[in-house]
């Protein structure tokens, strides 16, 4: 059960930073282009839908992560009351 949390941790890690590296490499390309005189004005920085689709994932990995959790402390609570 842990294992889903993980890897839905993972997921939204990897888009954080993802996210975080394109801003940087965005600032520095125009960084450059100003400083070599290009004109930028038709160029356009966009994240695609593969990180949309992968925040999207990461957050129902989480809500699943949650519900396995949940039902393993309901199960776990159910077997405890059976036993008294």
Known sequence: MMLVLY???ST???GSVYMAYSD???KE???QAKQANIDMQGVSIR????LVLAW???GA???TSFGFLLACRL?????EVLEL
């Open 24 to 26: 940087a490499a965005s």
């Open 47 to 50: 994240f695609g839908w593969s």
């Open 75 to 79: 199960i776990t609570k159910q077997r």
């Open 12 to 14: 939204l890690t990897g």
């Open 7 to 9: 890897l839905a941790l």
């Open 61 to 63: 990995q989480l809500v």
């Open 29 to 31: 390309a125009l960084y």
């Open 56 to 58: 999207i994932s990461g």
